[in-house]
T-cell receptor
Framework: QKEVEQNSGPLSVPEGAIASLNCTYS??????FFWYRQYSGKSPELIMS????GDKEDGRFTAQLNKASQYVSLLIRDSQPSDSATYLC???????????FGSGTKLNVKP | GAVVSQHPSWVICKSGTSVKIECRSL??????MFWYRQFPKQSLMLMAT?????????EQGVEKDKFLINHASLTLSTLTVTSAHPEDSSFYIC??????????????FGPGTRLLVL
């Protein structure tokens, strides 16, 4: 079992819709969680980080964390074609000094 | 957010030569940096964890004598691909661990180095 699991997609949504990306993790000791966006041929770019249960909003992005269910999600409101990319979910375990990445979900936003 | 740079962004070399890639944290100190490799349409693969002032920790299957890592200062880590071969051609990405004012941990990526071995 991988430490972080994501559906590889592709997830297709029309422009202006809400895109919902999900991720589960297996290590209950994970303390911090992240969403990165990676465009084809580029390195990952940090979008959101979340450290406690609940929702965290930043512009069109909302990250949600449920530690009891070991579940992290990212909502993208008013999706734009420029949001089309692969979204990587990551979990950090402090005492292992290690970030665990999911394999990524490819998002396509259709004009 | 914090800025991580990599140099060079592109390198083409002949088989058998060594290539050095630099990773710098520009506006923060990074006691830990990570080196990843990514082949086309595949996931990030962690190669090694680089700790300032100590030896790097390599992931299983990564040859430490082939991929030499040095983390000589709090802002610089280098990866040297020794005796490079065509199968080493890949996208190499470094990242740096940063701690925020509230103690929260985050990882920022450099822009990556694309290596092509002929």
């Amino acid at each position: 079992q991988k430490e972080v699991e994501q559906n590889s997609g592709p997830l297709s949504v029309p422009e202006g819709a809400i895109a919902s990306l999900n991720c589960t993790y297996s290590d209950r000791g994970s303390q911090s969680f992240f969403w990165y966006r990676q465009y084809s041929g580029k390195s990952p770019e940090l979008i959101m980080s979340i450290y406690s249960n609940g929702d965290k909003e930043d512009g069109r992005f909302t990250a949600q964390l449920n530690k009891a269910s070991q579940y992290v999600s990212l909502l993208i409101r008013d999706s734009q074609p420029s949001d089309s990319a692969t979204y990587l979910c990551a979990a950090f375990r402090y005492n292992f000094n290690k970030f665990y990445f999911g394999s990524g979900t490819k998002l396509n936003v259709k004009p | 957010g914090a800025v991580v740079s990599q140099h060079p962004s592109w390198v083409i070399c002949k088989s058998g030569t060594s290539v050095k890639i630099e990773c710098r944290s520009l506006d923060f100190q990074a006691t830990t940096m990570f080196w990843y490799r990514q082949f086309p349409k595949q996931s990030l693969m962690l190669m090694a964890t680089s700790n300032e002032g100590s030896k790097a920790t390599y992931e299983q299957g990564v040859e430490k004598d082939k991929f030499l890592i040095n983390h000589a200062s709090l802002t610089l880590s280098t990866l040297t691909v020794t005796s490079a071969h065509p199968e080493d051609s890949s996208f190499y990405i470094c990242s740096a661990r940063a701690r925020g004012l509230a103690g929260e941990e985050t990882q920022y990526f450099g822009p990556g180095t694309r290596l092509l071995v002929l």
